[in-house]
DNA sequence: CGAGCGATTGAAAAGACTCAACCACCGTGG
DNA sequence: CCACGGTGGTTGAGTCTTTTCAATCGCTCG
């Protein structure tokens, strides 16, 4: 299989991806700042955007691609805390809080993303209110997310949490289907790779899920969301 | 044992809880604005500030006492994602994200708690610029915070949870004891309330903790540390 | 064609949960 | 003043989920 992306520069008046991003909002003189500065590289699979501890020089701009961040614990397992697509904006936490990367993030697919320098950034939204409280509101629905993230992750099973993450997953991955690996899965869901693994051919006898080598059909949103609960 | 606490007006310009607070670097006409708008009560111990699922009207800023952020899962078990305590300011997530309340509070013993409502906490964000930052700045601690409460739900044994627990609750109960119903205790720590009982029991043979009737003191931060791994 | 990594399976062990019973303390009311 | 009831705390036993470790398989890339 020929890769399906390259390198190219990607304007920002023109990106299809900001539309769904939180500079959608955003206009003449703020978007031909950015659009100037801005540096846009093309990432293969499995590139660190940045590394857990290591500060923080800007925000990254997914135009094209889906962006792991995670954290490793002891062991150096991965707990992955979210999967980003096309249109988020990755590493703008960071910014705020004048403190290292508390995560890592690293492409899982070949991926187009733009780079804006801190400066740039910060200035942009200390002049533009619009923004501003597009990233407020952002940051509090992240915060609602993880906060129901942590209920999950004590209160419901690995099968409970599989049917959750497939769910979300087969969102992020919209009209593809779910491309991850065993490990990875099993890194976002918060189990072992064998068990994810024993867990997913139960899906797939139940008639939830089909793979595709190592792709993931939803076939049953409605019985995965039963078996999910609340 | 009398109450030590009662109902009284505490002002912003003498609140001793502001130094600690997003509000500390308030000064004149603003404070005098909080302070002539807001309201002060006294709230008895485990009474809601607000509950899940309803539209917020304003934060809650805590002058004495300490409140639980928790959210219930299918069974109605409860999970507390936080502990807060005098000096913190509650409930300002829901102020920006436009949605319902996705956790509830409720008070773990009397307190002092002061309300400012929606508009007057927005209009001091929107031209407060250094509380603006200083929220930034929380709203992405909070975010790091809950990223690696995830990973130690995902990957650490109850145990481990629990030294890490004590020693978060330790800081937070500062000169007090560790002041939570065991159950209470157990929904932080994410489990169930018996196995809470036996591991703190093995803790006090241990040597890391004494208990005092419901009271827990830390005895051994060091060898809680290493218990807790990472 | 071989190496190597990711995926899969099996078996055994461990950790945690559930259920049920019991205890201890506290405030109430007789 | 004491018996009572209730709540929160504690203990025990058994079960079940999940993990761990080890081995095998199978595909892909060089």
Redesign the interface.
Known sequence: MPPNKSHKHVTCQNCLARKDSLFCSMTGDDLDTIESNKSCSYFKKDQPLFIEGSLPRGVFCINDGKVKIY?R??EG?E?I?HVATSGEIVGF???????PY??AANTLEESNICFISKSDFLNLV?TN?TL??G???E??????D??????N????SVRERLAASLLLLDDIYSEDYINLSREDLANFV??ATETLIRLLKDFKDEGFVKTHVRKIEVLDKEGLIQLA??
């Open positions: 954290s614990g002891e397992k707990q805390i936490r960071a910014m705020f809080s004048g403190e508390s995560v200390d209110s501003r409280n990233i407020l509101k940051l509090s629905k992240e915060l609602a993880r906060a129901s993230f942590i209920k992750m004590a209160q419901k918060g189990t609960g609340s």
